[in-house]
């Protein structure tokens, strides 16, 4: 058997064990400690191990579980309520405020934590009941809820562009700077499209009653400066890195440590808070490592097969498609691997195969890793069997249906699409920060 239908062949035996509902990571690692098995014999079963050794010697995985426990403290902490709350007086005036507001939150939210499932998380759990009580479209406002939620693998810190960056082997500091102003490019998208909207169909998003705004300055400012507290943990733990102050790792312990002092300072550090971020914190960590650990041991074994150099030759030689068409084709593959995988499983299962293609095409793996992010969040987002759109189903209120969910996407996979033009158009709106940071 030729060496590219063996590749052909792990690739398929994964997928079809996958769409059993099996684990991804138990799914991937066994067909790549399995193939390695029956390719060498015994020698092969040292893959696994070495994948092992790889991934505990990597020290910047550090920064996953630090990340994500800074997110869930300052969510269960409620410190992430205050920051609704800050949002939802100052914005209340406007039509479709309290959208624009959720968009806002979501941001900070993924600034925080790094993660989509939180923003989703938070947000159906404190912006939608309340969007829904003030009258705003159910429609209207789960899209926005998902759409925001986007942003989550994208604004730094992306615990997902920390994975590319493994994958990759590219610096995760030039990874989160790239998706900067993507991020804050398709959050001003977001904003736009709200606001437009609601001035054309007020129903949709109507402003707070002047009585339910009036506020005391000093009690406005108060409120401001609660909510301004987790935004000021955020630009010091980046400033710090980006200063050169501390390493990415110290960077990350010090926002865990500030995000503890600060649900301390606030008297919200219970025993139940605590409980809940370790237990949440554990498992996600747990999982991701999992992932990694199947991952390396099944890309080992494609690149000692040499499927990388077979794909490209079959694109490039038998196909006689350009860079970018390639490039196309490899964008609309995470979208139809988006109806039954989440953006983790996507990235450890076909990264390994396409930034090595990437790059031989000419293209810069950085950039490239930005376009991966918004790709896969579109994927997640789009019908019939999006990863968020189940998510936002087992959140929401009843009266919020599955086909409400499917109808509120589409102006924002639109939109999202529309950035993600941009971005591939021009690649300096990503790259110009990084280069001009490292230059």
Not at 90 to 99: E, F, H, P
């Amino acid at each position: 058997m030729s060496y590219e239908m063996i590749a052909l062949l792990m690739f398929s035996t994964m997928m079809l064990l996958l769409l059993t509902g099996q684990r991804v990571f138990g799914v991937i690692g066994f067909v790549g400690a399995a193939a390695a098995l029956l390719l060498w014999g015994d020698g092969g079963v040292e893959m696994p191990f070495n994948a092992s050794f790889v991934l505990m010697n990597w020290y910047p995985l550090l920064t996953l579980p630090l990340f994500v426990f800074m997110g869930y403290m300052l969510s269960e902490s409620g410190i992430a309520g205050d920051l609704y709350e800050m949002f939802h007086v100052w914005m209340g005036s406007l039509q479709g405020g309290l959208a624009v507001g959720t968009i806002g939150l979501m941001v900070v939210v993924s600034a925080m934590n790094g993660l989509s499932v939180a923003g989703m998380a938070i947000g159906a759990s404190i912006a939608l009941p309340e969007l829904l009580r003030r009258g705003y479209d159910k429609i209207m406002v789960t899209g926005v809820i998902q759409a925001g939620s986007s942003l989550g693998i994208l604004v730094p810190p992306s615990v997902v562009l920390v994975l590319y960056g493994m994958i990759a082997r590219q610096p995760v500091g030039k990874l989160w700077l790239a998706g900067v102003f993507p991020g804050l490019i398709l959050a001003a998208m977001f904003v736009i499209y709200i606001v437009v909207r609601c001035r054309l169909q007020p129903s949709l998003g109507p402003a707070l009653p002047a009585e339910e705004r009036t506020m005391r300055l000093g009690a406005k400012l108060k409120l401001l400066s609660a909510g301004i507290l987790p935004l000021l943990i955020f630009f010091s733990m980046t400033g710090l890195f980006l200063m050169g102050v501390t390493s990415l790792v110290e960077s990350a312990a010090y926002g865990a440590f500030a995000a503890t002092l600060a649900a301390l300072v606030k008297g919200r550090l219970t025993r139940a808070v605590i409980e809940v971020t370790v237990r949440r914190t554990l498992g996600i960590s747990c999982m991701f490592m999992w992932i990694i650990l199947a991952a390396l041991c099944f890309g080992a074994v494609f690149d000692g097969l040499g499927a990388v150099r077979a794909i490209e030759n079959v694109f490039l030689d038998r196909m006689g498609l350009g860079p970018w068409e390639i490039l196309l084709m490899m964008q609309l593959s995470y979208i139809l691997m988006g109806m039954f995988l989440d953006d983790t499983a996507m990235l450890v299962i076909v990264a390994p195969l396409y930034v090595p293609l990437v790059v031989s095409l000419g293209f810069d793996p950085v950039w490239y890793g930005v376009l991966y992010t918004i790709t896969v969040q579109i994927a997640y987002m789009t019908p019939p069997f999006g990863y968020n759109l189940f998510l936002m189903r087992a959140m929401a209120p009843p009266e919020v249906t599955l086909g409400d969910i499917y109808r509120s996407v589409w102006p924002f996979v639109m939109i999202m699409l529309l950035g993600l033009g941009l971005i591939t158009a021009f690649p300096q709106l990503a790259l110009w920060l990084p280069e001009l940071y490292y230059n």
